[in-house]
């Protein structure tokens, strides 16, 4: 296994990794400092974007452009021009949430959670907007929602609301895209601060959670039992995905110092991209947005 930097290009919050197999590029934001960035998985040919608010999260459409999801709702984006047209905020009548990580569902759904930016009350919400750009509520009561993530079979939604310190399951109806019986699936440990964050599935079920303020990765069976860590350089370590054009490089985005003086950093050390290569394990591809 070796780690290495991937990009440096000092993300305040660097989130959600994503890898286009189509165009075999790699995306990733820095969520405070509004911006997206994409370049091939061996970091070169950056190119950036910047967005008018925060972006919690964002995934690529089936027929070109992109989902945002921003501090005042969804949005769709042109990347050709870098224009962005609003599509709905969910959450109007809560002034002090942002929408936060999200992914697409085998369907190409996207499900999207928000969060308290406080971080202290429950009011966030876990989302999921159709092909048809219509809103459904799936989960509420969350602090900060993270990691959703599918098993390959689709019938499993992990998700995390992050203050809770465990990985839940839900039961996922693929068809319909509603969920059911949520459980914990596994606790991760809190002796060294750490909160589950940002999350993927690989090709054999393995569940990747990044244990931020923690500085390790986790890798889960199926069973829940804890089955590899991976300690890195960093401690505020934010999301995972695989990537790479054998869907075999874990990348893996940080943060610098974090949002709210309560939480521990790294000092100095700014946020940056890092890649694993050598685990012997392969990712899925990620589906595209169907709207």
């Known amino acids: 296994m070796q780690i290495s930097v991937l990009a440096d290009v000092k993300p305040l919050l660097g989130e959600g990794p994503l890898w286009d197999t189509e165009g075999e590029r790699l995306w990733f934001i820095d969520s405070l400092g509004c911006r997206i960035f994409r370049c091939t998985s061996e970091g070169a040919e950056m190119r950036a974007w910047t967005v008018p608010s925060a972006i919690g999260s964002m995934c690529l459409r089936a027929g070109g452009g992109a989902i945002v999801a921003l501090t005042d709702g969804f949005h769709a984006l042109d990347l050709d021009s870098g224009e962005i047209q609003h599509i709905i905020d969910p959450e109007p009548d809560q002034p002090d949430n942002r929408l936060n990580d999200g992914k697409v569902d085998p369907k190409g759904r996207f499900l999207c959670g928000s969060m308290d930016?406080?971080?202290?009350?429950?009011?966030?919400?876990?989302?999921?907007?159709?092909?048809?750009?219509?809103?459904?509520?799936?989960?509420?009561?969350?602090?900060?929602?993270?990691?959703?993530?599918?098993?390959?079979?689709?019938?499993?939604?992990?998700?995390?609301?992050?203050?809770?310190?465990?990985?839940?399951?839900?039961?996922?109806?693929?068809?319909?895209?509603?969920?059911?019986?949520?459980?914990?699936?596994?606790a991760l440990?809190?002796?060294?601060g750490g909160a589950p964050d940002g999350a993927t599935v690989d090709g054999e079920g393995g569940i990747w959670s990044a244990c931020v303020f923690d500085g390790r990765i986790f890798r889960f069976m199926p069973d829940g039992t804890v089955d590899r860590v991976i300690e890195m350089p960093v401690c505020k370590v934010t999301s995972v995905a695989f990537g790479g054009a054998d869907l075999g490089t874990l990348y893996v985005t940080s943060m610098a110092e974090p949002p709210l003086p309560k939480y521990p950093g790294d000092g100095p050390l700014r946020g940056a991209t890092f890649r694993i290569d050598g685990l012997g394990v392969t990712g899925r591809p990620e589906p595209r947005f169907a709207g």
């Not at 440990?189 to 060294?192: A, I, L, S, Y």
């Open 189 to 192: 440990p809190t002796e060294r």
């Open 117 to 186: 930016t406080g971080e202290a009350e429950p009011t966030g919400t876990l989302w999921r907007l159709d092909a048809d750009m219509s809103l459904h509520a799936l989960e509420k009561g969350i602090i900060c929602s993270n990691g959703p993530c599918w098993s390959p079979d689709g019938q499993t939604l992990y998700f995390s609301d992050s203050f809770s310190g465990e990985i839940s399951a839900f039961d996922y109806d693929v068809e319909t895209g509603c969920v059911a019986n949520r459980r914990t699936f596994a």
